[in-house]
């Protein structure tokens, strides 16, 4: 294979990757702004971002020395996506509780390990072509600024709820990015102009008015993301606002669902009607979270041992949340809900 062969959509789209971009620069447009932000507490409890991990998002030589150039990868799950939006509305098993909707794209599978194995199958095929090139990678939790990067690669824009928006493929990907030893003999992508505009819907419609207008940030103790993904302790105090969101009891969508640009790619995938929930992972996420009465999930969360939840949900996204803290989210919606 060549180059060429390798970044066509004929090879990429058995990884779910719908666009790629290219970057030699590996310096962020915005470290200033992520300063400013740890500096103001936006992490608020993940103080993972503010330790010594900080500086080194400064610059990816900084985390891999040999860095000569990047390629960042959008990892689309808006079929998924669209399977559960029709679920939620539509189907009457739904318990009205509500799941992040990247749990389930990925065959219900950790997104960490699905995309490090896909971006190990790209680099395999890369270094064939160039055998002395090094590589290393960046998945959410190395010290990249990972939506800067994308913007360096030419595939989008940050949005006003901070998430980053292609215009093609709107919101619902994730990122991954090879960092290699070697430039490639590719056109580094431009960087992409904002197209909120005067929307201000995510802004808005957050439940818990976590999203500052002015820095196109988020105040990450408001976020009910990191209520119901990253606080683990039983006695966490939930954000102000969170009982006007929908259900949820793991991460939380609604400043995406409400986007504009989320709408189109949405659409496309509700009409080719192609996700059926096949893998054993993607079944237990749906049979054991969205589909039974709450008091029933709360009675097995309550009756099973740590151990046996890390078994039934081994690999998943919410094996490492955990059996307590899911139980705490499902506590929260008490009996708003079925
Ligand atoms: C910490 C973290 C969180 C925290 C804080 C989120 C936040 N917005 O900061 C919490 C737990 C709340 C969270 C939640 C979610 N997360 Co998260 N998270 C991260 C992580 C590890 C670091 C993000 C970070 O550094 N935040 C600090 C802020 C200041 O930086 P930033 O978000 O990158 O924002 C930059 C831009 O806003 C830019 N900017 C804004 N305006 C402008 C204007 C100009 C002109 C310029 C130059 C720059 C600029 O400046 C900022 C600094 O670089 C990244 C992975 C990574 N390593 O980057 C994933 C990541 C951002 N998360 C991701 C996802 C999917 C989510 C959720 C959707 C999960 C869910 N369904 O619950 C939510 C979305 C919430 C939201 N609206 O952002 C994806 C986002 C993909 C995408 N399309 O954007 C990432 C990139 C992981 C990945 N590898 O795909 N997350
Ligand atoms: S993820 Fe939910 S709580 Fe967090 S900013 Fe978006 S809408 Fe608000
Ligand atoms: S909802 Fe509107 S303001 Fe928010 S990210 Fe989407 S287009 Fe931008």
């Keep these: 294979m060549t180059l060429h062969d390798v970044l066509s959509p004929s090879f990429l789209n058995q990884f779910r990757i719908v666009d790629w971009g290219y970057t030699e620069n590996p310096k ?4 200033d702004r992520f300063e400013n932000w740890v500096e103001n507490d936006g992490h608020g409890p993940l103080g993972y971002l503010a330790d010594e991990r900080k500086e080194k998002r400064k610059d990816v030589r900084n985390f891999f020395p040999e860095f000569q150039s990047s390629l960042v990868f959008l990892f689309s799950y808006a079929k998924e996506k669209s399977f559960l939006d029709s679920f939620y509305k539509d189907d009457p098993e739904a318990n009205g509780l509500k799941l992040a909707s ?9 997104y960490h390990h699905v995309l490090r194995d896909s971006l190990q199958k790209i680099s395999l095929e890369i270094k064939k072509i160039y055998p002395n090139c090094i590589f290393s990678h960046s998945l959410d939790i190395q010290p990249v600024l990972e939506r800067d990067l994308a913007a360096r690669a030419g595939l989008g824009w940050f949005g006003k709820n901070s998430m980053f928006i292609s215009r093609q493929e709107g919101s619902f990907v994730m990122l991954g990015s090879l960092f290699l030893s070697t430039k490639l003999p590719l056109n580094e992508g431009r960087i992409e102009t904002d197209h909120c505009g005067t929307c201000t ?13 002015e820095t196109r940030t988020l105040q990450s103790e408001k976020c009910i993301s990191t209520y119901t993904i990253e ?15 929908n259900g949820e009891i793991f ?8 986007c504009p640009w989320n709408k189109k790619p949405l659409q496309v ?6 996700f059926i929930a096949e893998t054993l992972k993607e079944n237990d996420l749906l049979n054991f979270f969205l589909k039974r009465p709450k008091s029933q999930i709360k009675n097995e969360l309550e009756s099973m041992s740590n151990r046996e939840f890390r078994r039934v949900f081994k690999g998943t996204a919410v094996e490492r949340t955990g059996r307590k803290s899911l139980l705490k989210n499902i506590n929260f919606w008490g009996d708003s809900i079925s």
């Design 201 to 213: 819907r995510c802004i808005d419609l957050c439940p818990t008015k976590a999203i500052d207008p």
């Design 102 to 110: 990247y749990s389930l794209g990925f065959e219900g599978m950790d």
């Design 269 to 274: 995938n509700e009409m080719e009607g192609s």
């Design 251 to 258: 991460g939380c969508d609604i400043c995406q669902d409400v």
């Design 28 to 31: 962020p447009l915005s470290f």
């Design 231 to 245: 606080l683990f302790k039983e006695d966490k105090v939930s954000p102000l606002g969170m009982e006007k969101a």
